[in-house]
């Protein structure tokens, strides 16, 4: 069993940054993938960035490609996402999980972002 515990969000302005963090239990953290996704009112949940267990791979949605980045520390059992030049469009509720094999993915409660224009 993993739990995850995002923190970070906020109410940011337009061309802000916010950088979110997601506290993993359990001792076998870097043995999975973790990733980020969101979900904005009245939409499907989406992909954001993935990091790959060992950190050595990353990857990003189109719309968020070189002003987000992910990166994890293993020996905090923590991930982060970096969010940079912050648009409107980014508010959502951004949600941490973590991936091993074919394994249902393990998800946190989520964390509020609100990018005011």
């Known amino acids: 069993q993993v739990q995850l515990v995002e923190s970070g969000g906020g109410l940011v302005q337009a061309g802000g940054s916010l950088r979110l963090s997601c506290a993993t239990s359990g001792r076998t953290f870097s043995s999975y993938s973790m990733g980020w996704s969101r979900q904005a009112p009245g939409k499907e949940r989406e992909f954001v960035a993935d990091?790959?267990?060992?950190?050595?791979?990353?990857y990003y949605a189109d719309s968020v490609k070189g002003r987000f980045t992910i990166s994890r520390d293993n020996a905090k059992n923590t991930v982060y996402l970096q969010m940079n030049s912050l648009k409107p469009e980014d508010t959502a509720v951004y949600y941490c999980?973590?991936?091993?094999?074919?394994?249902?993915?393990?998800w946190g409660q989520g964390t509020q972002v609100t990018v005011s224009s």
């Open positions: 999980n973590a991936k091993r094999g074919g394994s249902t993915p393990y």
């Open positions: 990091i790959s267990w060992s950190g050595s791979r990353t």
